[in-house]
């Protein structure tokens, strides 16, 4: 099965409208786009807890490392830069975190509010190579921009 996007966005706004609350909000969106696509493995928030500091949120899958530093990983490299984090090979990807050694590609979106604020990251991690395309980057990016805008 692939996402539909159009579609996602659709389930994820109807679910999320007048929604603020952050958690809330990351559990849908997980909820959401883990069951949209059979090649997403693991999926889910590392909200920002502390200044550098990247702690686990609502996730769907394995279980996920607790703390990632912004120095470290993938998730890492997402929250420091803000930028898009799509990974073809996680073994050619210095500093990669193993949580799962299942996993072979992955995709972190940096997540910020309205404000511009950082609020974490979202991990989409496959047991494929090369499983992610910036199409899907695009959409997500988009979903994230949308259903997070309204958090303070
Ligand atoms: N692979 C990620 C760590 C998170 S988990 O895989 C759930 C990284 O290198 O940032």
Known sequence: MRVDYPSLAKSIHALTTGEDDPVA??????????????????????????????????????HGC???????GVCGAAARTRQVQLVADVDAFDGHIACASSTQSELVLPVLNGAGGLLGVFDI???????????DADALADILKNTFAAVK
């Open 25 to 62: 909000l990351m559990a849908t969106v997980t909820c959401e786009v883990h069951h949209a696509d059979d090649r997403f493995d693991w999926t889910g928030f590392y909200r920002v807890t502390a200044p550098e500091l990247l702690k686990i949120g609502p996730y769907q899958g394995g």
């Open 125 to 135: 991690d496959s047991n494929l190579p090369n499983a992610f395309t910036q199409t």
């Open 66 to 72: 607790l703390v990632i530093p912004f120095s470290r």
